[in-house]
């Protein structure tokens, strides 16, 4: 199948699937004229990575992935390891973003949104550029 149908088996889009190519996650064979010729294999290839990417897993954990994926004798202890610190990742990241909800959301509450002209959100932004200096 050409790219166009890969694309669209694989829901990823053509661009990204070059991408893939071009970093080495996927060698499509060519056919006699150059065009990409994808394969079951490639296509079933392409959406593991697309599940992947959507579960937030960077382009090289999607390569050891791959590559655990494709080993038959890994032991599901790697891969689980890597999952496991990759959650750690988000957790963190969650709770970065609360934190920055709470902040936010509390200076929203503290401002009266009338047509006066102070603003604790707009006070907090200009103190925190005090920190950095004039430029």
């Not at 970093?23 to 010729?37: C, E, H, K, T």
């Amino acid at each position: 199948m050409n790219i166009g149908e890969a694309s669209a088996a694989s829901g990823l889009p053509a661009k990204t699937i070059r991408y893939y190519e071009e970093i080495g996650l996927l060698r499509p064979a060519r056919d006699g004229n150059g065009y990409r010729s994808f394969a079951p294999r490639d296509v079933h290839r392409l959406a593991f990575l697309a599940r992947a990417r959507a579960l937030g897993f960077s382009i090289e954990e999607c390569r050891t992935l791959l590559a655990l994926y494709e080993d038959d004798s890994r032991a599901s202890a790697d891969v689980k390891r890597l999952a496991e610190r990759h959650l750690e990742r988000i957790d963190r990241r969650i709770a970065e973003l609360q934190a920055l909800r709470a902040t936010l959301a509390g200076l929203v509450a503290g401002c009266a949104g009338d047509r006066r002209p102070d603003c604790p959100i707009l006070k907090d932004l200009a103190e925190a550029g005090q920190d950095v200096g004039p430029s």
